[in-house]
């Protein structure tokens, strides 16, 4: 089982987000005495959820769409007004507050649309979790494959040391010849470009995916789950296609629809104007005074509130037609996904049941070492087993990768790493 170790003092930003959407922590990180921060793959969304960058824009999202609520919902500030009129004898002068009132009947539904925009910002960014924890894990397994490749190519390094050693042996009997010195070069020079070409995506690709989890530099980053082939449970594709529109990000534009229609409800003309009212105290000089009060209604003669109401409609319009598309757009995506993941499997199973746990290079370099096989034929063998774990690394990272996204898509579980 993966586990979690941290022997640091690291400062946490806290996520400005609802429980429900950025919820539970990292807690498995100890501080210590060193700068070790041990990930398993299991670790990657609690450390994400308090760490990830990425994850607190998501966040952060739901503090803007509340604060627009807030600011919509506000009542307007009253005005203070002084007034003064003065002639030979006669002096008159008032205070007086106003308030403007905004359609005062439709406020009801306008704090019910903001609700709306605000649930459908907190399911858009609960989606955006799933898909940024997916290329979290995705990249995570990545990393680790370029590792377990890196090792894989430098055990065939050592093969080929080991065959220029021994024809260099057979070289003084005269059994090597200028050709066969060729060859080995050519194979030492293959084994060490493929492995420069995996350090560099390595170190290219944990840089990008340390950023993109908030790890902090000062961390000596150790990633503790070993990756191999595990199978997946593929149920039916109907079965999660028919999950679709209970995922966050379909109803989160499901949300919007109607938080949207409602707000155009509340801005389309009404009974009930808009006003103003205001009252103050007002004094007559010499020796008079009083108190004055007044309201003002709108006269519905030129703004009656369709321009707005027919916007609001037509975004609506657009969300609803964006949902139609991106429902079909993830229902082909699902049934691509689940194609490829059916029929990445069973290549990827025989691999790993035949090849994965031992090197055909090295049975093959202890006949060479007994002289049943000839030199040709075992730098062949290394080359063709070079090709071929370069060729596996890449499809297990594509099947993990369509594993993570297709988790995301559907929110079921469908690989588990714990031994």
């Known amino acids: 089982m993966s586990h979690v170790t941290r022997r640091s003092v690291v400062n946490m930003l806290p996520l400005l987000c609802l429980i429900a959407v950025i919820g539970g922590g990292y807690s498995g990180a100890a501080a210590q005495e060193t700068n070790d921060l041990i990930?398993?793959?299991?670790?990657?969304?609690?450390?994400?959820?308090?760490?990830?960058?990425?994850?607190?824009?998501?966040?952060?999202?739901?503090?803007?769409?509340a604060a627009e609520r807030k600011s919509a919902l506000t009542w307007s500030n009253p005005a203070l007004a002084y007034d003064h009129e003065e002639a030979d004898s006669f002096r008159e002068w008032q205070f007086t507050l106003n308030k403007r009132i905004d359609r005062p009947l439709t406020r009801g539904r306008l704090r019910d649309a903001w609700d709306g925009r605000v649930r459908a910002a907190e399911l858009r960014s609960l989606q955006a979790t799933r898909d940024v924890v997916a290329d979290l894990k995705a990249g995570y397994v990545q990393v680790r494959l370029i590792e377990s490749h890196l090792d894989r190519l430098d055990r065939l390094a050592g093969l080929v040391d080991m065959a220029a050693d021994v024809a260099g042996s057979r070289h003084v009997e005269g059994e090597l010849s200028g050709l066969g010195r060729r060859l080995i070069q050519l194979a030492a020079y293959t084994i060490e470009t493929a492995e420069n070409r995996a350090r560099s995506q390595h170190e290219r690709m944990l840089a990008a995916w340390r950023a993109d989890m908030g790890v902090p530099a000062s961390s000596n980053l150790v990633l503790s789950t070993s990756v191999a082939f595990r199978p997946a449970d593929l149920p039916d594709i109907g079965t999660y296609q028919g999950s679709l529109s209970t995922l966050p990000g379909d109803q989160a534009q499901v949300e919007l629809a109607r938080?949207?229609?409602?707000?155009?409800?509340?801005?389309?003309?009404?009974?009930?104007?808009?006003?103003?009212?205001?009252?103050?105290?007002?004094?007559?000089?010499?020796?008079?005074?009083?108190?004055?009060?007044?309201?003002?209604?709108d006269l519905p003669l030129f703004d009656?509130?369709?321009?707005?109401?027919?916007?609001?409609?037509?975004e609506r319009l657009i969300v609803e037609s964006a949902l139609t598309a991106d429902r079909a757009r993830r229902e082909g995506e699902i049934a691509a996904l689940v194609k490829s993941l059916g029929e990445s499997q069973s290549l990827l199973a025989d691999f790993a049941a035949d090849f994965d746990q031992s090197s055909l290079a090295d049975a093959l370099s202890i006949s060479y070492r007994e002289g049943a096989i000839t030199l040709d034929e075992l730098l062949g063998a290394i080359q063709i087993e070079a090709a071929a774990i370069e060729a596996h690394y890449a499809d297990l990272a594509t099947y993990y990768q369509n594993i993570f996204r297709l988790e995301a898509l559907t929110g079921a579980k469908l690989v588990n790493f714990a031994p």
């Open 39 to 65: 990930l398993g793959i299991a670790d990657v969304e609690p450390f994400a959820r308090t760490s990830s960058p990425r994850l607190r824009v998501a966040a952060y999202e739901i503090d803007v769409v």
């Open 259 to 297: 938080a949207l229609e409602v707000q155009a409800d509340a801005a389309r003309p009404g009974l009930v104007p808009g006003l103003e009212v205001y009252g103050g105290y007002k004094r007559f000089e010499p020796d008079l005074d009083g108190f004055v009060v007044g309201v003002a209604f």
């Open 304 to 314: 009656l509130g369709k321009g707005e109401a027919e916007r609001l409609r037509a």
